[in-house]
């Protein structure tokens, strides 16, 4: 199932040191900035166990499972930041737009051309933010293609979940709306306290406004388009 709308058991913790200082790192054009970056597990056992109850943030959100677990845990002021438009819909929907985004889900018929078309939609398009209908098409859109696809990873060469040559009703019986609107609606609750921002990942560290702990989870260097739409350029 996908990680975004699971909670995440956490592996256990590494050894105590380092856990409670972390690991300042210098990341280019960020000089001077007050925020703790931390390896993971270190992360959420030192969130946990911390006095200061520090604002948390991560920039390369995607599923956002380390961010659903601070939420989980009742931090509530957490920065979840996600360049990808269409994955900041899914994002956005399961926040502000709950019951649209479940009447969409509930509407939803999963066939194997409308999948061709929203992978290739999701690959080479970028939906618009400017309207409600808009901001539910392209969460609903993302959501489905992820959910049919193999692994929920959406890459050029993803193919439905089974293949190309399956019928439309058994594609279908990879959506089940009743389930996936429960978790909407826990998503909706849990959200409500988040920052969700659709930035590039340099904004969200540059941010002085207050001394974070950040995540940072980027785009593998080598075969980052193997797996996401973006990449690194240097």
Same mark, same amino acid.
């Given at each position: 199932e996908d990680?975004? =709308?699971e909670?995440v058991?956490v592996?256990?913790?590494?050894? +105590?040191?380092?856990?409670?200082?972390?690991s300042?790192k210098?990341?280019?054009g960020?000089s001077g #900035?007050e @925020?703790v970056?931390?390896?993971?597990?270190?992360?959420i056992?030192?969130?946990q166990s @911390? $006095? *200061? @109850?520090l604002?948390? $943030?991560e920039?390369?959100a995607g599923?956002?499972?380390v961010?659903? *677990?601070m939420?989980? %845990?009742g931090?509530?002021n957490?920065?979840?930041?996600e360049? %990808?438009r269409?994955m900041?819909?899914?994002?956005?929907?399961? *926040?502000?737009y709950p019951?649209q985004?479940k009447?969409?889900? $509930? /509407?939803?018929?999963?066939?194997?051309?409308g999948?061709r078309?929203?992978r290739?939609?999701?690959?080479?398009g970028?939906p618009?933010?400017? =309207?409600?209908?808009g901001i539910v098409h392209?969460?609903v #859109?993302? &959501?489905?293609?992820r959910? &049919?696809?193999?692994y929920?990873v959406l890459?050029?060469n993803s193919s439905?979940?089974?293949g190309?040559?399956? @019928?439309d009703?058994?594609?279908? $019986?990879?959506?089940?709306?009743k389930?996936?609107c429960k978790?909407i609606?826990k998503?909706s609750?849990l959200?409500s306290?988040?920052?969700i921002?659709?930035?590039d990942? /340099?904004?969200?560290?540059?941010d002085?406004t207050?001394? /974070?702990?950040i995540?940072?989870?980027?785009?593998?260097v +080598? =075969?980052g &388009?193997t797996?996401?739409r973006? +990449?690194f350029?240097?």
């Amino acid at each position: 199932e996908d990680t975004w =709308t699971e909670r995440v058991d956490v592996p256990p913790a590494l050894p +105590k040191t380092g856990t409670t200082s972390g690991s300042k790192k210098n990341s280019p054009g960020c000089s001077g #900035t007050e @925020s703790v970056l931390i390896p993971v597990p270190n992360v959420i056992t030192w969130q946990q166990s @911390s $006095r *200061q @109850s520090l604002p948390f $943030r991560e920039p390369f959100a995607g599923s956002g499972c380390v961010s659903l *677990q601070m939420l989980s %845990d009742g931090r509530e002021n957490v920065w979840i930041n996600e360049f %990808d438009r269409w994955m900041f819909c899914l994002w956005l929907a399961c *926040q502000l737009y709950p019951a649209q985004l479940k009447d969409a889900v $509930r /509407s939803f018929i999963p066939t194997i051309t409308g999948f061709r078309r929203d992978r290739d939609d999701i690959l080479h398009g970028i939906p618009s933010t400017d =309207t409600v209908a808009g901001i539910v098409h392209a969460a609903v #859109t993302t &959501l489905s293609a992820r959910k &049919l696809t193999w692994y929920s990873v959406l890459h050029y060469n993803s193919s439905p979940h089974c293949g190309w040559h399956q @019928s439309d009703d058994i594609l279908a $019986r990879r959506w089940n709306p009743k389930n996936i609107c429960k978790r909407i609606d826990k998503l909706s609750v849990l959200l409500s306290p988040a920052r969700i921002t659709n930035l590039d990942f /340099s904004a969200v560290i540059q941010d002085e406004t207050d001394r /974070s702990v950040i995540f940072l989870d980027p785009p593998y260097v +080598k =075969t980052g &388009l193997t797996f996401y739409r973006y +990449k690194f350029d240097e």
